[in-house]
């Protein structure tokens, strides 16, 4: 069951993140482990650096490396400082098609001090992989990872 899925990477996350202050290393830890529990497409994370999104650890196929702010869902995103389901990429007008293979996606925006510093970028070769519980628990994953 999905929930019980993130249950666990929850749980690691806390392990993981818990005495560790290297941002890289948590990052690609956390990426890893949804990676590995869901085999999503895709999963990694973009950065705010100098105005744009740019790419950080990732598991996958290889991605694109800046970001717009408002361009693409990850740009969306951040933009609006709001998680993103997108059930069918191909219907998101603007959508940046980084691989062809990718047919859903969720985004969740990281958060601190009131100001977005990045987002989690999700993707699924899978129409409509994507739902609430999703949103929920990739909220709850990325408010563990604090800047450093």
Not at 30 to 59: H, M, R, S
Not at 80 to 106: R, T
Not at 114 to 140: A, C, N, P, Q
Request: overall charge negative; aromatic content about 8%; charged content about 20%.
């Amino acid at each position: 069951m999905k929930s019980e899925k993130y249950e666990r990477i929850l749980g690691s996350t806390q392990a993981l993140l818990s005495g560790e202050t290297d941002l890289v290393a948590n990052l690609a830890n956390v990426c890893a482990l949804i990676k590995t529990e869901f085999d999503f497409w895709w999963v990694g994370f973009y950065l705010v650096k100098n105005g744009e999104l740019v790419l950080g650890p990732f598991q996958g196929p290889v991605a694109c490396t800046r970001i717009a702010k408002g361009k693409g869902v990850c740009g969306t995103s951040w933009a609006k400082s709001e998680s993103i389901v997108v059930p069918d990429v191909h219907q998101f007008e603007g959508h940046i098609a980084c691989s062809a293979a990718s047919n859903s996606e969720i985004v969740v925006p990281m958060v601190h001090h009131g100001g977005v510093w990045g987002v989690l970028d999700v993707d699924s070769t899978e129409l409509g992989s994507f739902d609430e519980t999703d949103r929920i628990y990739l909220e709850k994953i990325v408010g563990l990872i604090v800047p450093s």
